[in-house]
């Protein structure tokens, strides 16, 4: 099993930058994703990261250390459309499944 | 266009009665799965299934049932032995193939049993 733990609720001005940190107990790690969720809807995947460093998407950027079982999400010039849940989830060994964090709710003001 | 679909989007039902729930795909993936979501909680693993006429337990099957006898289908039926069915369900198909191997989720069911 897994341990995934991130912050419950982050709220942020629009405009800034906000970083959602995830950190987790695994043994094979096999990659980390990021997904967005707003409110009764489906998650959409944001990002994934299997080697340490930072991969960057517009906006969103994602970093990995997997020597210290931390990822973060980091979103720049928060719009509020980016409020959501934002979930982080693991993948152990070469098995397809996903464990996911409860996710962290990131609220956007004007 | 290519996409995962679940109906219906809000189900009720009655205490003791069985309730199957749709997930259809049509993006060719192998792998299907299906979670349940809850208030405060993350996303709970239910079933998965890698192939056809293949699945396997996630991590709270009790009280839930599935089959996949299509690619394309993979039907969860919440049973009456499942203690407290209310909930959000999600499915969600991958390739299997690869990497990232991403899941990609359909818009969900929010099932209410009274």
């Known amino acids: 099993g897994q341990n995934i733990d991130q912050p419950t609720e982050m709220t942020a001005t629009e405009g800034a930058i906000v970083q959602i940190n995830c950190t987790y107990q695994?043994?094979?790690?096999?990659?980390l994703f990021w997904y967005q969720q707003h409110a009764g809807e489906a998650p959409t995947f944001l990002s994934y990261?299997?080697?340490?460093g930072l991969e960057e998407k517009g906006r969103f950027s994602s970093f990995l250390s997997r020597s210290k079982g931390y990822s973060y999400l980091l979103l720049k010039e928060l719009q509020m459309k980016d409020s959501a849940s934002y979930l982080c989830?693991?993948?152990?060994?070469?098995?397809?499944?996903?464990?996911f964090g409860a996710g962290t709710t990131v609220t956007v003001r004007a | 266009d290519g996409g995962i679909t679940q109906s219906p989007k809000y189900l009720f039902r009655k205490e003791g009665q069985n309730v199957t729930l749709s997930c259809e795909q049509n993006?060719?993936?192998?792998?299907m799965y299906w979670y349940r979501q809850d208030p405060g909680q993350g996303l709970r693993l239910i079933y998965y299934?890698?192939?056809?006429?293949?699945?396997q337990k996630g991590d709270i099957a009790e009280g839930y049932s599935v089959s996949r006898e299509k690619k394309e289908s993979f039907p969860l039926t919440v049973t009456s032995a499942q203690k407290n069915p209310t909930a959000f369900y999600l499915c969600?198909?991958?390739?299997?193939?690869?990497?990232?191997?991403?899941?990609?989720f359909g818009p969900g069911t929010r099932l209410t049993v009274l």
């Open positions: 969600a198909s991958s390739t299997r193939q690869g990497s990232p191997d991403t899941q990609y």
């Open positions: 695994t043994s094979g790690f096999n990659g």
């Open positions: 990261n299997v080697l340490d």
């Open positions: 989830a693991v993948r152990e060994g070469n098995d397809y499944k996903l464990s």
């Open positions: 993006l060719n993936h192998d792998a």
């Open positions: 299934s890698q192939i056809v006429n293949d699945f």
